[in-house]
């Protein structure tokens, strides 16, 4: 029962660093890569869908991308909501192709970055918390019921408790390694 509790808790954990990680590799360091655009929602009939379902993404060279909207009436809102995103690209149309360069980073977005990174990795954070709490409230419902005994329960608690702490290391690991590479020039 404890067991079970465990490993579901250490998979669902496992599966916020996982997310944090996904988030933290979508906010750019002045390299360009083509996962950049997939939080970028554009209109398409009525109904918000990702640019990469609606144009083939690709790499023209390190530091631009080349969007090519599958339909050709869809390159002004994908270029619109590119622009609209808070990513802060400017892209331009060159006929059916929009070109999105990626900037230098400025210290001040820079700092800005790191702030947006920051708050992600506080959502990490929390969300480990909140796995932490469900385990131990799954524990005092097993003690109240009489399934465990007191001795268990706590045991159980301090186990999630050591597996919480080793994610929010990692969390904390992963946040000053992209800190580091935010800053780099």
């Given at each position: 029962m404890i067991n079970e509790i465990q490993k579901s808790?250490?998979?669902?954990?496992?599966?916020?660093?996982?997310?944090?990680?996904?988030?933290?590799?979508?906010?750019?360091?002045g390299r360009a890569h083509t996962g950049l655009l997939d939080q970028v929602n554009v209109d398409y009939y009525g109904s918000p869908v990702s640019v990469s379902q609606v144009a083939?993404?690709?790499?023209?060279?390190?530091?631009?991308?080349?969007v090519k909207p599958f339909e050709s009436k869809m390159a002004a809102p994908i270029e619109k909501a590119i622009r609209d995103s808070d990513l802060g690209l400017n892209p331009s149309s060159m006929g059916d192709l929009i070109r999105v360069p990626m900037p230098m980073l400025t210290e001040e977005r820079?700092?800005?970055l790191i702030k947006i990174v920051r708050a992600e990795a506080e959502e990490g954070r929390v969300a480990l918390r909140n796995v932490r709490r469900d385990a131990n409230n799954d524990f005092k419902t097993l003690l109240k019921d009489k399934e465990v005994s007191e001795d268990d329960a706590r045991r159980?608690?301090?186990?999630i408790q050591k597996l919480t702490d080793k994610y929010v290391a990692e969390v904390d690991k992963t946040l000053a390694a992209k800190e580091a590479d935010l800053m780099a020039i």
């Open positions: 808790a250490e998979s669902k954990m496992q599966k916020s660093l996982e997310v944090l990680k996904n988030n933290l590799s979508k906010v750019r360091t083939n993404i690709t790499l023209l060279d390190a530091r631009t991308i080349g820079r700092k800005d159980g608690e301090d186990l």
